[in-house]
């Protein structure tokens, strides 16, 4: 039997996919699962595929993501999306550049997402919040290089809540920032600092 706060989520989801406010972004809305969760993973944008596969980090950054989970703590994939909550600062697929890379979200289509990550937070009242790259990171820290948010943790407060901030680099192939040092060890640190949190610690 879904609890209150799980169904709830599920209804803003259902208003989520439903959205079309940016004619540039290629729909649909992606969402993971409607999981009532302490810890909420907030990424970029999908990608190409997971419009496809209908759900977010579905491809090769996924990849990456989750193994970091694994390796830190013996998380899985299907563990993780079972329970921790995951958003992004935009839901459909950006589309590509004339150079072939994935566009960056306009400030008006990071602002027209806005409330639904908002009304999940408000929702879930998380007490860890994991960023995914620097676009996410940025919605919440003031822009700064990785080598000074990565490997740190942050107090946060929006929405009228207060929560822990975890940052991530992105698990994205086409940076090498996590495989290099000094990224390699202050991701091994930010990883610590998650599997050592108490609302992580809660889900395991």
């Known amino acids: 039997m879904p609890s209150g706060r799980e169904t709830a989520l599920a209804l803003l989801q259902e208003r989520l996919r439903a959205c079309r406010r940016c004619p540039r972004m290629q729909p649909p809305p992606i969402c ?3 999981v009532p969760s302490p810890v909420l993973l907030v990424g970029q944008a999908p990608g190409v595929k997971e419009p496809q596969l209908q759900r977010p980090f579905a491809w090769t950054a996924g990849r990456t993501l989750f193994s970091w989970f694994e390796e830190a703590c013996g998380m899985d994939e299907s563990t993780f999306r079972a329970r921790i909550y995951m958003a992004a600062v935009c839901r459909c697929f950006p589309g590509k550049t004339k150079q072939g890379g994935d ?3 306009a400030p008006d ?3 027209n997402c806005a409330d639904w990550l908002e009304g999940e ?4 009242r998380p007490r860890l919040i994991l ?5 996410a990171i940025n919605q919440f820290l003031p822009p700064a290089p990785l080598t000074a948010t990565i ?4 107090q946060g407060e929006r929405w009228g809540l207060n929560f822990h ?3 991530l680099p992105h698990p994205s192939g086409a940076s090498p920032w996590p495989r290099i040092e000094p990224g390699k060890r202050l991701l091994a640190e930010a990883m610590r600092l ?3 949190h108490e609302a992580f610690r809660s889900l395991v």
Not at 121 to 124: E, F, S, T
Not at 151 to 154: L, P
């Open 32 to 34: 993971g699962e409607p």
């Open 103 to 105: 566009r960056v979200p």
């Open 109 to 111: 289509e990071i602002g």
């Open 121 to 124: 937070a408000k929702l879930l």
């Open 131 to 135: 960023p995914i790259g620097k676009l």
């Open 151 to 154: 490997g740190q943790q942050f």
């Open 165 to 167: 901030l975890i940052p």
């Open 194 to 196: 998650i599997v050592g």
